[in-house]
Structure formats: structure tokens, C-alpha cells
């Protein structure tokens, strides 16, 4: 039975603590690592678990190569969507008009596709609910405009990728890969309320996400979009643990 701390073990806490007796940048790391944790505190237990997603909605690096917002047509190339996690989840924000995509409700939609284990399931979520929240009306030629099931918003021969997106700067990077970093709270702060945040995150992750793998990628079309290719459903548990053991030693130990 373990005894004492692995990835924060005695020594690194006396080393960072040490360091921000002595450093002016370490004690503003400090306050940045426990600012970000406080975050998390206002979190649910079951919100925490909620967080981490599976592998059934296609993830994408951009919502659309050298695209543009379909609101105000303004140019919105590669990596310049807003993206906030965990003050506006689920949406992607244009950086010239400010309006939010997609225009549905999508974690409602989402949490009506979770399966038994957790896992969005396409074939499970009712799509009576993709629809623009802004213009609910049926006859609203508004009606499904920036609407996203998680495959993109399509207008004509062009598809806008924001949860695809979304999942990979925000629910990934922001907001799941943010609160395992919070895992180094306790080690500056002495906060053992902060401790349960990185290992929720962490555990709930393995079982649930299937890291991206090098394989044959999509083409691209003629519009620059591409989709990254991802591993398959059943990749082995054993391989994820591997992969979180090395990200949360890297946060860690850096």
C-alpha cells in the first residue's frame, strides 16, 4: 500500500518550497499553480469525472484551415478561434465578431449520448436537440445555422470543425491536462483540499481517452481541411496508463 507521495514525493516538496523561500520566480509559480487549482474547487466530484471525453468524436487540430466565421465572414486562419474551457465549455469563439459556435446546446445534446461507461454514443443522443438555441423556431431559416454534433457545422461543401477542435485546445489542453497539473498544488501550498483534483482528472482519463497514434493520415481537400487520424477504438488500457504516467511526470518534474 502506498505510503507517500510518488509523482510529489518529500524531497521535490522541500526542494519547491525551498525555492520559493528563496526566488521571486518561483514564488510567483507558486501562486499561478494554486490560482489554477482554485479553479478546479468548484468543481463537482462528478463534473471533474465528466470532464474527460472518449474517442468517439473526431478531433481536429483547426476548426477549418484558412476558413472564416460564418457570422461575419471575417478571416479566421488556423489557430486564431478563442477558446476559454472552463469559463464557456463547449464553444469556440470568433476573434472579430465574438460570436459563439456552435449555436447548440451541445453538452446537453452530448450527455444525452453517454453510454453506460461514460463514452458519448452518437447512435444514443437525441438529435431533436440540435438546433440553433437562438432561434428555436422550427420555420427559422435560422433554425440549424452553426450547429455542430460533434462532426462539424456544414454549410454547402464546407464544414467548420468546432467541437472537433474544441476537444483537443479545450476539453484536452485547458481543462483536462490543466487540472492534472493541479496536481502540484499540495507540494506548494500545503492545500490538501486542492490534493483529489489531478488524480480525478487522471483516473478518469485512462479508461476513457485514446491517446492520437501515427497512421495513415486523411487527405486533404481542396479547402486545406484536415482531420487528424486517431487510434481505433481498443487500444489497451495498459498503453494509456503508460501515456498518463509519462504526461504527468513531465508536468510534474519540469
Not at 478571416?75 to 465574438?98: F, G, S, T
Not at 483540499?193 to 481542396?222: D, H, Q
Amino acid at each position: 500500500m502506498k505510503s507517500a507521495g510518488v509523482f510529489n514525493t518529500p524531497t521535490l516538496a522541500m526542494r519547491a518550497r525551498a525555492n520559493v523561500a528563496a526566488h521571486l520566480w518561483a514564488a510567483e509559480m507558486r501562486e499561478a499553480i494554486i490560482r489554477q487549482a482554485e479553479a478546479y474547487l468548484r468543481f463537482s466530484d462528478d463534473e471533474l469525472w465528466e470532464l474527460m471525453f472518449g474517442c468517439t468524436i473526431s478531433r481536429s487540430w483547426m476548426v477549418w484551415s484558412n476558413g472564416y466565421c460564418p457570422a461575419c465572414k471575417g478571416d479566421v486562419p488556423m489557430y486564431d478561434w478563442q477558446i476559454e474551457a472552463l469559463k464557456y465549455p463547449w464553444k469556440v469563439r470568433c476573434p472579430h465578431c465574438q460570436e459563439f459556435f456552435p449555436k447548440n446546446d451541445f453538452l446537453r445534446f452530448y450527455r444525452s449520448g453517454l453510454d453506460g461507461h461514460g463514452v458519448f454514443d452518437p447512435a444514443r443522443a437525441d438529435r431533436a436537440l440540435l438546433y440553433n438555441l437562438e432561434h428555436p423556431s422550427p420555420d427559422d431559416p435560422l433554425h440549424r445555422f452553426g450547429v455542430d454534433d460533434g462532426e462539424g457545422y456544414v454549410e454547402g461543401d464546407k464544414r467548420w470543425r468546432f467541437i472537433g477542435a474544441y476537444l483537443i485546445y479545450g476539453q484536452w489542453k485547458q481543462a483536462v491536462l490543466g487540472g492534472i497539473k493541479s496536481l502540484a498544488a499540495p507540494t506548494w501550498s500545503r492545500a490538501s483540499e486542492i490534493t483529489p483534483i489531478g488524480p480525478a482528472c487522471s483516473s478518469t482519463a485512462w479508461p476513457t481517452f485514446t491517446p492520437p497514434s501515427i497512421s495513415a493520415p486523411k487527405a486533404w481537400s481542396t479547402r486545406g481541411e484536415g482531420v487528424p487520424a486517431m487510434s481505433p477504438p481498443g487500444t489497451t488500457p495498459a498503453r494509456i496508463r503508460a501515456s498518463w504516467s509519462w504526461l504527468t511526470t513531465r508536468f510534474l518534474r519540469r
